[in-house]
């Protein structure tokens, strides 16, 4: 196995450390090895997340029993991590050639990481905000939800990596088909993971679990 070779989850016991710094390790390579053969020909919407600020995000939120959702989970690098967390974790993505590659790092990682190949949107979302419902680079699909076997408002974490402009739009499907305390975490390209409940920022490992205060509110 990697060695870890940074210092974020450091929180995490050596040997689940070692795991998860040997994934973002494959992760890295796949995207790498995508990269050259996709997305240097034609445009394709998955770019990696940073893997090691994402899990900084999720380890605060560890508890047992959390179902945990990734929008776009593309080769599952996010979705096994979080399952190595202890999550429930689930995963949807539009690509059905990345989900068999999500599906084959699990298994080859002893996870229980479950895959749905289809869209995160459910059937009968329709983005209202632009007057022709486009939706930048979020794809149409059957609804990804009908594979899992579990409706949107079931998840206690949901995880995205919008691009940019894209956040309202998620911010908008969390708040009419999520569940009211559910924690939407988004990363951004610039400000890290931010965490929202009921459309709302919120911050501090407090707020986090008890969902008790708010600094900012929904965009309009
Ligand atoms: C920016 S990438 C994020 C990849 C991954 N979540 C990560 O953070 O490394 C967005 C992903 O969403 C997928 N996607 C786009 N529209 C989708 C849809 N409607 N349902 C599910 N996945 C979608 C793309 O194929 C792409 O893999």
Do not use: C
């Not at 929180?11 to 390790?25: M, P, T, Y």
């Not at 919407?45 to 989970?73: H, I």
């Not at 999520?178 to 490992?205: H, M, P, Q, W």
Request: proline share 5%.
């Amino acid at each position: 196995m990697t060695a870890p070779t940074s210092s974020v989850g450091l929180a995490l016991e050596s040997g689940l450390r070692a795991r998860v710094a040997a994934l973002f390790d494959e992760g890295y390579d796949l995207w790498d090895r995508f990269d050259i053969k996709v997305r240097q020909k034609s445009f394709h919407p998955f770019v990696a997340a940073d893997y090691d600020v994402v899990l900084e995000a999720l380890l605060p939120l560890r508890a047992p029993g959390l179902k945990f959702l990734e929008w776009g989970s593309a080769t599952g690098i996010i979705t096994i991590m979080a399952d190595l967390l202890g999550f429930e974790a689930y995963g949807i993505e539009l690509d059905s050639s990345l989900v068999g590659h999500a599906r084959d790092l699990a298994r080859r990682n002893g996870s229980e990481a479950r895959f749905a190949a289809g869209s995160f949107l459910p059937s009968g979302y329709r983005w209202r905000r632009n007057r022709d419902g486009r939706l930048g680079t979020i794809g149409n699909g059957p609804s990804g939800y009908l594979d899992l076997g579990i409706p949107l408002d079931d998840f206690d974490i949901v995880f995205g990596y919008p691009w940019s402009g894209e956040e309202p739009m998620m911010l908008d499907l969390m708040n009419r088909h999520g569940r009211a305390d559910a924690l939407l975490l988004l990363n951004t390209t610039t400000g890290g993971v931010v965490s929202y409940r009921a459309g709302k920022v919120i911050t501090g490992s407090t707020e986090l679990l008890l969902g008790s205060r708010s600094t900012t509110v929904l965009p309009a």
